[in-house]
C-alpha cells in the first residue's frame, strides 16, 4: 500500500517562506516521478512543479525563480522549498506520486495561507 504523507504548510506573511515535505512508503521511490499540485478555493487543481525519475524538472510559470523541487531518493521524500510567497499562492498543496505502472497517489493536502 503507498503512502504518501505531507507536512510543512502553514500561515506566513507575503515574502515569506515555507518548506513542504512529503513522504513516501510502499513504493520504488527512486523510479517514481513526483510532482506538487495545489487547488486554490474555486479554482482548478493545477501541477506547480514535477520532478520525474531522471532528473527531469519542470514548474509552472508563476512560480518559476520562486519555488524549488527537490527530492531525497534515501528518503523517499520530495520536498517543495517555496519562497518569496505571494497571497495568491494561498491553496491547498497536494504531492503526486506516479509509479512505473503508472499508477498514481496522492498526499492528503497540505494548507498553504500567504496574507499581505
Known amino acids: 500500500q503507498v503512502q504518501l504523507v505531507e507536512s510543512g504548510g502553514g500561515s506566513v506573511q507575503a515574502g515569506q517562506s515555507l518548506r513542504l515535505s512529503c513522504a513516501a512508503s510502499?513504493?520504488?521511490?527512486?523510479?517514481?516521478?513526483v510532482a506538487w499540485y495545489r487547488q486554490a478555493p474555486g479554482k482548478q487543481r493545477e501541477v506547480v512543479a514535477s520532478?520525474?525519475?531522471?532528473?527531469?524538472?519542470s514548474y509552472v510559470d508563476s512560480v518559476k525563480g520562486r519555488f524549488t523541487i527537490s527530492r531525497d531518493n534515501a528518503k523517499n521524500t520530495v520536498y517543495l522549498q517555496m519562497n518569496s510567497l505571494k497571497p495568491e499562492d494561498t491553496a491547498v498543496y497536494y504531492c503526486?506520486?506516479?509509479?512505473?505502472?503508472?499508477?498514481?497517489?496522492w498526499g492528503q493536502g497540505t494548507q498553504v495561507t500567504v496574507s499581505s
Open positions: 503526486k506520486l506516479l509509479t512505473i505502472t503508472a499508477y498514481e497517489y
Open positions: 510502499g513504493t520504488l521511490f527512486r523510479l517514481s516521478a
Open positions: 520532478y520525474n525519475s531522471v532528473g527531469t524538472i
